[in-house]
């Protein structure tokens, strides 16, 4: 099985900044579509960000299109997430996940690996 782990979640003010890092395998990251997803209790899991192995190309959720950005460091089999201009209603766990296909418009169902999530609070 393929191990995610995920860091960098914590505690921020509406406003702040914060950069969220999952470590994968050598061979996970280099074959793989890295993803980000984010859930709240007792809402569904919501897709927040994928990247091409090759940092080729990238997408967002439209929650937070012009506030994250994904990117990828291949020297560190790395993948980052950085959040600019955090709301509260960014607060949740986040999710590190690994896919085997590109898809524009993409579900939980299309990651087959997980990582145990890190949570992230933003308060007002």
């Known amino acids: 099985q393929e191990q995610l782990v995920e860091s960098g979640g914590g505690l921020v003010q509406a406003g702040d900044s914060l950069r969220l890092s999952c470590a994968a395998s050598?061979?996970?990251?280099?074959?793989?579509?890295m993803g980000w997803f984010r859930q709240v209790p007792g809402e569904e899991r919501e897709f927040v960000a994928q990247?091409?192995?090759?940092?080729?190309?990238?997408s967002y959720g439209d929650s937070v299109k012009g506030r994250f950005a994904i990117s990828s460091d291949n020297a560190k089999n790395t993948v980052y997430l950085q959040m600019n201009s955090l709301k509260p209603e960014d607060t949740a766990v986040y999710y590190c996940a690994a896919g085997t296909r590109w898809r524009a418009t993409v579900s939980s169902s299309d990651f087959g690996s997980w990582g145990q999530g890190t949570q992230v609070t933003v308060s007002s």
């Open positions: 050598v061979r996970t990251f280099s074959t793989h579509v």
């Open positions: 990247i091409m192995p090759l940092g080729e190309m990238k």
